[in-house]
């Protein structure tokens, strides 16, 4: 096993030097003065716009570069070994054939991400230095553990679905948030909510709601008042300010900037039980709109994420998961394939994985032939979602990239990645070098 | 042929000097006129900048295009709207010359965006930023009687809401750049507190002259809609109070009706046939006879004696636009205002 990692490694470190030799350090310079030349040439209407366009902008170049860089560096090193007959001195060494797929593959890896951790930096640095207002804090958020609904006489009834919707012509009717594992040693805490809201008349777009929170059951529930640090909700419609609870406005459930979306109330540290609990009930007091809340996304507790340049890592360890994935199936091809077979097999893949979503919409859509289904419904297979994570969106809004996230990514991603360099594995075995 | 290379060679010269001397001389000459004019003005509007990048994505530009579309399109589902905007301003110089892109970019600004952010000051900024995106795409697809036609309705439609930030606006410096094109046949509206109608009236009118003579296939409701901004915009003074002035722009209004009405007798440009023709003649029965008989009313209730009020009313009703205007020319037969004469329900 000791001999087996030892080659990978030795193979992982000729990638890394063929890499370098390859110059392709130029390239990286390139993009580095085409983000710099392109953060300050943002525009945006005001500056927490800009700042976020700035954290896009930056995440965004470094997963495209990252993409190309990965089917690019790897296609040119396994046709090279192949066409120029380099592997004639490769593999009458005790090179284990696993050895050389995964040192190949390790190695292009560990060259992205020295990429990676470059531009990251730069990013955040120019970031910092071009930001008109503090960075924003980066959040994590604490879910609920349970929900309840309350009903106008206080009855409360557990809740099986993920939804639910508050309407009638009487006021009263609440949803309750069961919160546990609570920090208690952190002080006051940040109550995030927010929720879809339905209205026939165009004049009863904002509700009010009350707010209340107990650390237990047998507590006595203390009204909450939305907070002046809030983006919305701490006006009535008249403009004056809220006595209690908030003025809810309509957010969809594609509003998830931290930032921006949710209504902000401060939870005192007397509201958390010394167990960590919580309990938050919001009630609808308006009969002319109705409320609609999420079991795990309208009500959040906002705890410490850690730092914007510490996140902006994780999102990139989150990118090279994505990319390991594109280095496997750009290393299959390039194990029977020449370069340009394989940068577009990198491509298509890179691009059906960024369009998955439509391409289930597509096979559910009932309008394409069969046949074509059924190939999509195969490809699916295949092919992972890009999209499933949206780093970059996550960290513009202002939410911190926790380790689970990191590790189910490379959990995900990984699980093709391994598939796909299985495969390489043995259409290297059956090759004749 | 089993010539010596040298000879080879030497006849390849005297075939390109030949080639060069033919297109110095004769293949010059003819160029402006086999040079389409839009190529020439749409390069003139970009940037040099826009063109290189342009030009030098080469057969990557397809690719780089797709991936700006996915991503802008994610954007905006994930309600990232700065994003969203940033990419479509993107592709807006990648593609210049896709219309939807423009067309896109301002509905998305001055629509979506603008319907969710709270202050109504950044209501008003997206919209505007809306409009002037679709003028920049004007500007760069002087031929688009589509951009033309999506920036009247943005008035007609969106404008109302916005109608005294519009009429605060000096709106000659922001849309000269795009229609300077088209200043020798239909004058930009000078003049300050221009309404939304008034400015959609005139990118109507553009919009039709436009498909007129670009032979675009133009739905042909939009030389309805040249009628009915100019009746919108005399309600609009009318319940403002400047009751003459409203029945000013009746009359132009109905000049617009029958000058639709001639087209429809005599039809040209892009039309489905007597489909076209029969909804233009249906919208002109329900729209036209309406206009006479507001003119009629007003007319009567504004003129100072009541045979002036009586030989408008009939020059209104028999469709007599000279002797309207004739009648109005003598501004000391008529009252400005009448407080009687507000628009007192919706349809009147």
């Known amino acids: ?433 | 042929m089993n010539l010596p290379p040298l000879k080879l060679a030497g006849m390849g010269l005297g075939l390109l000097i030949l080639a060069q001397i033919w297109a110095s001389f004769f293949v010059f000459d003819a160029r402006p006129q086999a040079q389409r004019q839009e190529q020439e003005s749409f390069f003139a509007e970009l940037p040099a900048g826009e063109i290189a990048g342009t030009l030098m994505l080469g057969g990557f530009r397809g690719m780089a295009i797709d991936f700006l579309w996915l991503r802008a399109i994610q954007a905006k589902n994930d309600a990232r709207y700065y994003e969203s905007v940033a990419l479509f301003d993107l592709i807006s110089r990648v593609q210049p010359r896709f219309e939807r892109v423009w067309e896109y970019m301002a509905w998305d600004m001055a629509y979506n965006i603008g319907h969710y952010v709270d202050q109504k000051d950044d209501k008003w900024s997206w919209y505007l930023a809306g409009l002037k995106a679709n003028l920049r795409g004007v500007q760069v697809n002087p031929s688009s009687e589509r951009l033309l036609r999506h920036l009247a309705w943005m008035f007609f439609h969106k404008g109302e809401t916005y109608m005294e930030r519009i009429e605060s606006v000096t709106w000659q410096p922001i849309i000269e750049a795009a229609v300077k094109t088209y200043q020798s046949e239909i004058a930009m509206p000078m003049g300050k507190q221009l309404s939304s109608f008034q400015l959609a009236e005139y990118f109507y009118r553009l919009s039709v002259l436009v498909a007129d003579r670009e032979e675009s296939r133009q739905p042909v409701f939009v030389r309805r809609m040249v009628a009915l901004a100019i009746d919108r915009d005399a309600n609009r003074v009318r319940n403002r109070g400047q009751h003459f002035l409203a029945l000013q722009r009746y009359v132009e209004a109905l000049q617009a009706w029958q000058d639709i009405i001639a087209w429809s007798q005599n039809p040209s440009g892009y039309h489905r046939g007597q489909l076209d023709i029969r909804l233009t003649d249906e919208s002109y029965q329900r729209n036209e006879g309406g206009l006479r008989r507001k003119m009629s009313n007003l007319g009567k209730l504004l003129a100072k004696e009541s045979k002036t009020g009586e030989a408008f009313a009939q020059a209104a009703m028999k469709r007599d636009i000279k002797t309207c205007h004739a009648l109005m020319a003598q501004s000391d037969l008529w009252n400005e205002h009448i407080e009687t004469a507000t628009i007192q329900w919706l349809d009147e």
Request: neutral net charge; contains cysteine.
């Open chain 1, 1 to 433: 096993m000791t001999h087996w990692w030892r080659a990978t490694w030795a193979m992982a470190s000729l990638s890394i030097c063929e890499i370098g030799r390859q110059k392709t350090w130029i390239v990286l310079l390139a993009v580095i003065a085409v983000m710099l030349v392109a953060l300050a040439s943002l525009q945006a209407v005001d500056a927490s716009a800009q700042l976020k366009l700035s954290v896009v902008t930056i995440s965004g170049s470094i997963n495209f570069i990252s993409t190309l860089f990965a089917i690019l560096l790897v296609a040119a090193t396994i046709t090279r070994d192949r066409e120029q007959l380099v592997s004639l001195t490769l593999f009458p060494k005790p090179l284990p054939m696993s050895a050389y797929v995964c040192g190949r593959w390790l190695g292009v890896q560990i060259a992205i991400a020295i990429g990676v951790l470059i531009l990251n930096t730069l990013g955040t640095l120019v970031v910092h230095l071009t930001a008109d207002h503090a960075i924003p804090e980066m959040r994590t958020v604490h879910k609920p553990v349970d929900w309840q609904r309350v009903d106008i006489f206080g009855e409360t009834s557990p809740l099986d679905t993920k939804r639910v919707t508050l309407t009638g012509t009487k006021k009263g009717g609440a949803i309750r948030w069961d919160l546990a594992k609570l920090p208690t040693n952190q002080g006051d805490l940040v109550l995030l909510l927010k929720g879809r809201l339905r209205a026939i008349d165009p004049a009863h777009y904002q509700s009010h709601i009350a707010v209340s929170a107990r650390p237990s059951e047998s507590a006595q529930q203390t009204l909450l008042v939305c907070s002046d640090e809030s983006p919305y909700g701490s006006f009535r419609p008249d403009g004056k300010p809220v006595e209690s609870g908030a003025t809810m406005k309509d957010k969809g459930d594609n509003h998830v900037d931290l930032n921006q979306d949710y209504m902000r109330f401060r939870l005192a540290q007397e509201l958390i039980s010394p167990e960590g609990t919580c309990i938050i009930t919001v009630t609808r007091n308006d009969i002319n709109s109705s409320l609609s809340f999420k079991k795990f996304d309208s009500c959040l507790i906002a705890l410490s994420g850690g730092g914007f340049f510490t996140n902006m890592q994780r999102g990139g360890c989150v990118v090279l998961a994505q990319v390991g994935y594109l280095t496997a199936i750009a290393l299959l091809c390039a194990c029977f394939s020449n370069i340009g077979v394989t940068l577009l097999a990198g491509l298509t893949a890179f691009f059906g994985a960024l369009t998955l979503s439509y391409i289930q919409d597509m096979t559910g859509s009932g309008k394409l032939p069969n046949f074509l289904v059924r190939f999509l419904e195969l490809m699916q297979f295949i092919i992972p979602d890009f999209n499933r994570y949206g780093v970059e969106g996550t960290l513009a809004g202002g939410q911190a990239v926790g380790w689970p996230i990191v590790m189910d990514a490379w959990f995900y991603y990984g699980t093709f990645s391994l598939s796909f360099l299985l495969i390489a594995w043995f259409v290297m075995l059956r090759r004749e070098l």
